[in-house]
């Protein structure tokens, strides 16, 4: 970044950046532990706070649970309005004893910030509130209007939100919404994601006989509920993890030869992935790589099971019952309810006799496209390359963002997914980190984008020869 009128102003003021993160990062805003309801409230205080000061005007919009924090910059006439969404939210640190320092103690080994939420998404979403805090400071006016949505429930879904949207709309409207809540595609290639997957989440329970049983008396006459769990959970997947729910697939966007040409020429093989991942072998569905699989392909897992004796030694125990907790991660054009009807199905079909099943769906999002030609795209791209010094390479991703495809249809805006973070951030695992360098080349991303996307002045549509670009007013 070398001309840009701000390129000092943000070098002078790296250390200040700093240490507004690292306080945020101090407070451990869990919004899934009711014990941190006050913790959350007080990180929200934090950003609303820092926007005030800023002098955009602020509000805090209570929900039926985590406020959402809403701030604007003055409309700008002949300019497009841009609204920065992101979350201060962050997921349980546990386990604490893998922390390599506290997960509330944000600490700094080899440029990196260690913290909950540093990239997910305190950090992130921090270089637009500083970009434009920045802008504001220098005196020259904002070519658009800005306005922030940063939420404290989209690590538990964003139901609230999601309900609130509607009523909210007014408020929102605007020409694209940015994002900074994904990754680049790899250290040293930044990236514009185009396409994130849906989720559906459920917890399944199991029970059995009234109350734990030995298993030497009774073992064998009556029906084990972990076992008839183990095998409700192994008849959703074959062995390349291909969901055996009957119709889960009819849905399912099939990727274009386009696409899968562009991406094979990002990561000619998988070696590099099975390293990120730690991983002695990869697998997956048959013909498919493994970015094809994560980002394009609908896939089932497991996140947690519980049942029976799990202490020290040897409980020979028939449990009273058993649970687990999983999800889907979907493609476009799949619906999440679509498949809680094929899934609920599918179980009643195939549960083992003498146990009861209660299956409670929790969140479900679709999956999301952007736009990749839109006029708001090429300005991220040339913000992006003057900042990081290379062009971004277009990607989709597997993670789900739930609330975007609702901001698509509601505010019928572009969508621009800008994402800073790297994929060994360790984001939802111990040691999440950040790097330094990435929040402030972020910054600097974000301070020229508004520069740029300022430029794209309104055309008179009756004009001769006048071409409306896509999208756009
Ligand atoms: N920032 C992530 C989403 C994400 C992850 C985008 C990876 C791109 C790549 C977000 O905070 C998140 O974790 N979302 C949850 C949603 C769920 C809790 C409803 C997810 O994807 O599991
Ligand atoms: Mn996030
Ligand atoms: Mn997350």
Redesign the pocket.
Known sequence: MTSFFLSEALQQSQTRHLEDLIEWLKIPSVSSDTSKIGEVKQAAKWIADKLKDAGLSVETIPTQGHALVYAETPEVANGPTVLVYG?YDVQPAEPLELWTSGAFEPTIRDGNLYARGAT??KGQVLTHVQSVCEWLASGKPLPLQIKFLIEGE????SANLERMLPELADKLACDCVVIS???QYADGQPAI?YG?RG?A?YELKVQGPSKDLHSGSFGGAVMNPAIALCHLMSSMVDDQGRIQIRGFYDDVRELSAEERAAWKQLSPNDDEFARSAGAKELFGEKGYTADERRWARPTFDINGLTSGHQGEGVKTVLPAHASAKFSFRLVPDQDPQTITSALRSHLEANLPKGVTMDLKPD?G?PGMLADTESVYMDAAKAAIESAFGKPPVLIR??????IVTKFQETLKCDCLLL?WGLSDDN??SPDEKFRIDDYYRGIAASAVLWEAMGTLQPVDPFAEGAELPSKLW
């Open positions: 979350h997910d998404d989209e690590e538990v879904g809540d994904s990754s994601t994130l989720i989440t969140h999002a991703e597997g993670g789900s963002i739930p994402g984001a939802h």
